[in-house]
Structure formats: C-alpha cells, structure tokens
C-alpha cells in the first residue's frame, strides 16, 4: 500500500506520521508531501528517511491513500485530482465537510456509511470531534434535544505560528502574531474569522457538524475561546435532553462507549484535563452532574488531544477502516 500524507512538515501532519507508526498502518511506501519549498526535505519515519516530494509528483505516483493537512484552499485544488488518479483522500480541513456529495466521518459513529465509492472523505472539525463522541451514546439513549457548548481551545489548533507566539511571549521576545492579540495570560473569545451573524467559523462549524453527523435535529450554540494551552481543546457542555435520564446509567454508558475515558471522582479531584489529555486518543469526560435549573439538562466537561483524536487519530482511524473493509 502506497500512502501519502500531504502536509507532512506542519502540526498536524507530522503527528499523522507518528500515529500511522505507533499504530502499525500496513503502508509500504511512504509519500510525504509538502508545498515546493520542502521538497527534498528528508522525513524520518520507523527508522527509514523519505524524501518530501510536490503535489503533481504524488498525484503522479498513484497512491492508494492520501491524508490531507494541507489547509482548505489545498484541499479544493488538489484532493479532485488526487481521487481521479484512483486514489481516496481523507481530508483534515473545512473544505469537504458540509458538502452534501462528501461524508464526515467519526470511525466510533458513522464509518459505515463509508464505502468504495468514496473517494474524497472528510474529517470532522477538532472541537466537534469530542462534542460528537460524548453526545452519541447519550444520544442514542435519551435524545439530544439541544447543546450548549463553550470551548477552551489549544493554541496547537491554530499552527505553528500561534506556539512560536506563545513561546516568545513567555520568553519576553518579539514576535510574529498569529492572533490580533497577545494570547500569553489571556483568553481570545475569537477562533477563526466572524460570520454576518456574529459567531464565528469556529462556533459554526460545532452547530453545522455536529447535524451532519448525529442528527439534523439536535440545536448546538457555542462559544468558542482560545486559551494559552498547547495540550488539547476542552469544552463545557450543556446538554438538554427529549427524555430524563439516570446518572448512574449514563455514567456507565460513557464508560462502556469505545474512545471514551471517564474521570469523574470529584473526592479525588479527579476531572479531564488537557495536561493529562496530551499525546492520548481518548475522549475524556467528567464533571457529569444534573443541570438542577432545568428539567433532562446534564453538565459535563469534555477534554481531548485536538492534534490526535481530533485530527491525526481520527483520520487514521478512517484509514484503517478502509482497509479493514477493503475499500481501499
């Protein structure tokens, strides 16, 4: 099997290398690409050097696989071209996923709407990835009426730029700005550009997804924030469910639900945390407590590594589905 990871030098893809290593992918050649300024650059990958090529030369080399960090305009540009030379792209931007001709895939939800036909396959936003995780099995057993979510997002979310920012700040240097803002000792309420209607692209794409995936019924409002962390996004949620529901039940549903890890023992001090979250796949929850101002209403707490589960992890986890099914 032939696999290319487009984007290979930046944040995310350089984890899509370490996840497809610690995971043993059945890949036989590596193609790591990259924009025309890192080829030739050497890619360490299980003990062997790949060199980074271009888009044309990997479109060229007709892979079987292709994942995609590569940002949306990349995506649009090159994702068709890879598909037509009879690869299948599993694409980590935005640019894909409210298509209605493309799927948006969360492995432990929806990877068996998948099938050989799907050539370009999008992965889900980071912060909607763990939302979605937490809501399914609830979902499944209560009815997710409505969400109610406020982010706490890594800085990672937004590239290496925004962790040199971060770095230099703290070192006392001068910077170039990822963010309008100093994000050192601060907190941006301000994840990618604002829309018409006030909220962000961010906040949007957590209402938009969400639907898609789950349920076109179930109402998400967020918002989301950018905090000075660089292990993983969390999120409170506040979730309202059509039925009432038993905490002791939901508890051990969650506990049950694969992907998820529950850390939950306020006796302990025990809760999710992005500290604790970093370089791990689960999906973490805690704080789950009775929302006492309402009726079937539920708070909890939802932490996980944005740059694994909520890409590198996710869109791996696609790829070996695809593999198991032999619809690659």
Same mark, same amino acid.
């Given at each position: ?26 890949? *036989? ?19 062997n050097d790949f060199a980074v090529v271009g888009m044309q030369t990997a479109v060229d080399m007709k892979c079987d696989l292709a994942i995609?960090?590569?940002?949306? *305009? ?17 694409? #980590? ?8 001709? !493309? ?13 050989a036909t799907d050539k370009i396959i999008a992965n889900p936003n980071c912060s909607t990835i763990q939302l979605v995780m937490a809501l ?31 770095? #230099? ?32 692209? *961010? ?29 993983? !996004? ?5 979730? *309202? ?88």
């Amino acid at each position: 099997m032939k696999v290319a990871v487009v984007g290979a030098t930046g944040l995310v893809g350089t984890m899509v290398l370490k996840v497809l290593a610690e995971r043993g992918f059945p890949l *036989e050649v590596l193609v790591p690409v990259a924009s025309e300024k890192s080829v030739g650059k050497l890619i360490s990958y299980k003990g062997n050097d790949f060199a980074v090529v271009g888009m044309q030369t990997a479109v060229d080399m007709k892979c079987d696989l292709a994942i995609f960090s590569a940002g949306g *305009e990349t995506s649009l540009e090159w994702a068709p071209k890879f598909a037509e030379a009879g690869c299948t792209v599993i694409d #980590n931007s935005s640019a894909w996923r409210m298509s209605p001709d !493309h799927k948006l895939i969360v492995p432990e939800i929806n990877a068996s709407e998948l099938t050989a036909t799907d050539k370009i396959i999008a992965n889900p936003n980071c912060s909607t990835i763990q939302l979605v995780m937490a809501l399914k099995p609830m979902h499944d057993k209560y009815g997710v009426k409505r969400a109610v979510v406020s982010t706490y997002q890594s800085i990672t979310g937004t590239g290496v730029k925004a962790v040199n920012q971060l770095e #230099n700040e703290r070192a006392g240097k001068e910077t170039e700005m990822a963010y309008p803002y100093k994000i050192d000792m601060n907190c941006l309420p301000h994840c990618d550009v604002f829309l018409d209607n006030g909220y962000t692209r *961010e906040e949007m794409k957590l209402t938009k997804e969400t639907k898609k995936i789950l349920d076109p019924s179930i109402n998400v409002t967020a918002t989301a924030v950018r905090v000075p962390v660089t292990g993983g !996004h969390s999120e409170s949620i506040n979730v *309202e469910f059509l039925k009432d529901f038993d905490l002791g039940e939901l508890r051990k549903m969650l506990h049950e639900t694969e992907g998820i890890t529950v850390q939950d023992n306020t006796d302990t001090n025990t809760y999710p945390m992005p500290l604790m979250a970093n370089d791990k796949d689960d999906v973490f929850v805690g704080r789950i407590r009775r929302d006492e101002s309402q009726p079937n209403t539920l708070n909890m707490w939802v932490v996980t590594d944005n740059l694994r589960k909520g890409a590198a992890t996710n869109a791996v986890q696609i790829g070996e589905y695809l593999v198991k099914k032999g619809l690659v």
